[in-house]
């Protein structure tokens, strides 16, 4: 199911892009960096290949009552795909959340694109076919939380 929804958001890291683009391949380096705000990640399976599959939870913490988790009260787990892999430029992701609500279901893209500037890289994230079930709003906060952490990480 196709939902046209789509979030697009940009942040300038001052980090090499072949620095960022290795952040992606680097399943430790992902559940560090990729859980917005308090959450933490659990990376089950990591291929780091175009094509290779990977899978992961967010783990909300203990004191968080605002938004339940979509797979259970506190855990968002998702499952996906490298769908494409161009060396320190773009990573295409594309995920599917494990849920039963069929507001949380379907394929999301994440496309991120790594565009050198001067002293860094221009990191663009796009979210397309984001499910209903997911506010725009939150989509957007989360993504910029989740590039706040990745520069953090890079050192950028």
């Not at 594309?94 to 991120?112: H, I, L, P, R």
């Amino acid at each position: 199911m196709t939902t046209g929804r789509s979030t697009t958001v940009s942040r300038f890291i001052a980090a090499p892009h072949e620095r960022i683009y290795s952040a992606f391949l680097n399943a430790d380096a992902v559940a560090t960096w990729l859980p917005p705000a308090t959450m933490k990640g659990i990376v089950h399976a990591f291929e780091a290949r175009e094509g290779g599959a990977f899978s992961m939870s967010l783990v909300y913490p203990d004191e968080a009552t605002s938004q339940p988790g979509k797979t259970s009260d506190k855990t968002d787990r998702f499952e996906g795909r490298f769908a494409k892999l161009v060396p320190d430029e773009r990573i295409v992701w594309a995920t599917v959340f494990d849920s039963e609500d069929e507001g949380f279901s379907g394929e999301m893209t994440v496309t991120t694109t790594l565009s050198p500037a001067d002293g860094g890289t221009d990191v663009t994230m796009v979210c397309d076919n984001i499910p209903s079930g997911i506010r725009l709003e939150d989509n957007e906060e989360g993504c910029r939380s989740t590039l706040d952490k990745l520069a953090a990480f890079v050192g950028g």
